[in-house]
């Protein structure tokens, strides 16, 4: 089957599913670190979500009735927060209430790789992260023998490099998993697709990756098919990137052009711009 043959009925439930997002407003709970609340926010505000960046835990359990989808995001670790985030996902898990996880620095610390598998055995529907994460959290969880390389929060290997790994973990886990890059890579163990949309303008400003975990945690809200809820994220999130990239070449400027994009995104510029195999 051809690129064109499979990017066109994607390309049409992706501009689908934008819609229904918009129509729906879904709530979307943020347990996030601090560099990203206000960008995550704004973007799901733009996007046609409805962001709360709620993360205490007394308001966890009432909030959890509340809300259609939940993201959450370990790159500013504390203990508390930890605790906050395993009762989040625990609420989540017992209602059925779609999550993503993104395990921001898999691999750096062993704080970081216990609190993640802290939070897998409550079944994130998504955990999105760049490669080296992602085969962090593969070997953490005892499968294959990982080469990660973090380098902090910034991954130094290839999404090819990850791919049978995020097969693997997507497996054992029992949910979508994401390696972004360069190349995107997205597969639920069954599924696998390769997304190209982007700017290298988008590793230059901070938390665009963390906003993408939150935009795919709306889409999860609207989409029962993860697969389909992840590749939708990633389309709107890099097409937007690209055609912001085209309005300005620094990374200041480009952050509001990326924010303004997602708000003025739709369907012609999906089936137009979707580079998906």
Known sequence: MTTEAIASPM???????L????????LVQNITNYVSMDIAANALLALGASPAMVHAPEEIDDFGRLIQALAINIGTLSSDWVAAMTLAATVAHERGTPWVLDPVGAGA???RDASVQQLLPFGPSVIRGNASEIMAVAASCGLGLSAARPKGVDSANTTSEAEVLSIELARHVGC??????AIDFITDGRRQAHLANG?????????????????????????????DAAVAALAVVGIAGERA??????????RTAWIDQLAALDATAITSDLKLS
Request: hydrophobic fraction near 45%; proline fraction near 6%; aromatic fraction near 6%.
């Open 199 to 227: 700017s290298p303008l988008m590793t230059q400003v901070t938390a665009i990756g963390c906003s993408l975990s939150a935009i795919t945690a709306a889409f999860c809200a609207i989409e029962p098919d993860r697969f």
């Open 245 to 254: 990239a085209a309005q300005t070449a620094r990374p200041g400027s480009f």
């Open 176 to 181: 979508v998993v994401v390696a972004t890059g």
């Open 109 to 111: 610390t062993r704080f």
């Open 11 to 17: 390309a049409t439930r992706i501009g689908q599913a």
């Open 19 to 26: 819609d229904r997002l918009r129509e729906r407003r879904p």
